[in-house]
């Protein structure tokens, strides 16, 4: 502590019980607290980072020792239960075994593979799906005293009556089993795959429910699928689809959206994890038509849309075809409409005259002709070449 003399002014420091100047014996003495506190404070600050410093040696040394300190002769494997491998280091002094550590030993850089798939050791073991050969390697440090950087475990090493593990992960076998050529009425292709986590779902009770009612056979209602979901999954989303190539992009999609100009394309799949299995689909796709558009047509002051209508080549001289060979049909039923008007029924599409249907019975042209006109077909409306309205007039 320091103290600080109020007849000599000197200054000194001494212990708690000091009770005299040690330069004049002089009793009245003050203590310096405000010193006292600086030296305290320097006094915990110097204690912390010594502290701060041997915590900081001993961490090092337990994350550095097995590679600094200690020297290793070889690595291999050891083989339990007839389907778990453990891998050990053998200590170059002393001939010791340690059980490899992740962690501990993560300089040593420890890869193991077997064909196209690399096995993680996140509990230090690995669990192999079959028993073929496997190899494991490391990195060549100064700690390892071998010149040797990788080893086998050879196939005979297993029983042949090998079975994988209950802990082991193992891929499926799985392909892409369909792309739908045909595009639905939003311009979407759906491919599929036959893989657990990725199978097209069955349709909804509900949906069932009002398939029955509508008279659809049970039979045929266990084929049909859900189409409204964009990905199929049980909730896990390992597989991801291409339609662009190997090199993708990869998306958790079954549902696609087809541009204009995608006649050919390139189907791939993966799953996530095992992400060196790619799939093909090896059946070359070619869709029907180069896409949807939007249409309308304006009949008589009534818009009519056409909704989602498929674009093909021909398209106008398709629907010129369909009106002409509408023409040519009512112009034998006109002539004789008592006895051939259930010709009508061969075309879709509404019989109007003077904006008024006439298909289920034509009394407005009955009526018309029996004044003595003629009735003709004035119009015919197509669309994607069908029959959408007949128009007719009187002459």
Not at 9 to 36: A, M, P, V, Y
Not at 106 to 119: A, D, P
Request: proline share 3%.
């Amino acid at each position: 502590m320091n103290y600080k003399c109020k007849e000599c002014e000197h200054e000194f420091e001494g212990l708690s019980f000091i009770n005299k100047c040690e330069k004049c014996d002089s009793g009245n003495i003050k203590r310096n607290t405000q010193n006292s506190s600086s030296t305290i404070w320097i006094i915990l600050l110097i204690l912390l980072i010594g502290i701060s410093l041997i915590v900081y040696n001993l961490l090092n040394k337990k994350t550095h020792s097995s590679e600094e300190t200690i020297s290793y002769s070889s690595v291999f494997h050891k083989i339990t239960n007839g389907n778990e491998i453990n891998f050990f280091l053998v200590e170059a002094s002393e001939s010791d075994t340690i059980k490899y550590d992740h962690k501990e030993h993560n300089w040593l850089k420890l890869e193991i593979t077997q064909g196209t798939r690399k096995y993680t050791l996140e509990d230090n073991t690995i669990y192999p799906c079959n028993g073929l050969s496997i190899r494991y390697e490391w990195a060549k440090t100064d700690s390892m005293k071998t010149d040797k950087t990788h080893a086998y475990i050879d196939k005979s090493e297993f029983s042949e009556d090998f079975s994988p593990s209950n802990k082991a992960e193992c891929p499926v076998e799985w392909k892409i089993t369909m792309v739908s050529a045909r595009l639905d009425d939003s311009c979407n292709f759906i491919v599929t795959t036959d893989h657990p986590d990725n199978l097209q779902p069955e349709l909804s009770e509900s949906t069932k429910k009002e398939l029955r009612s509508a008279g659809v056979y049970e039979s045929d209602i266990k084929t049909f699928k859900d189409t409204d979901l964009s990905y199929y999954t049980k909730g896990k989303k390992i597989i991801k689809i291409s339609i662009s190539g190997k090199n993708g992009p990869y998306e958790f999609r079954n549902k696609w959206k087809f541009e204009r100009g995608m006649e050919l394309v390139d189907i791939w799949a993966v799953a996530i994890d095992f992400p060196n299995d790619t799939k093909r689909y090896d059946f070359p796709v070619v869709f029907d038509t180069t896409c949807f558009i939007t249409d309308s047509v304006v009949v008589e002051g009534n818009e009519v849309v056409a909704g989602e209508i498929e674009r093909k080549i021909d398209f106008q001289a398709l629907n010129e075809k369909k009106k002409q060979e509408v023409i040519s049909h009512y112009s034998g039923i006109l002539n004789d409409v008592e006895n051939n008007w259930d010709g009508v029924y061969k075309f879709s599409g509404d019989v109007v005259l003077n904006g008024e249907p006439q298909k289920s019975f034509p009394g407005d042209v009955m009526s018309a002709i029996d004044d003595g006109k003629r009735v003709v077909v004035k119009d015919v409306i197509c669309i994607q070449g069908n029959v959408v309205k007949i128009i007719l007039e009187i002459k």
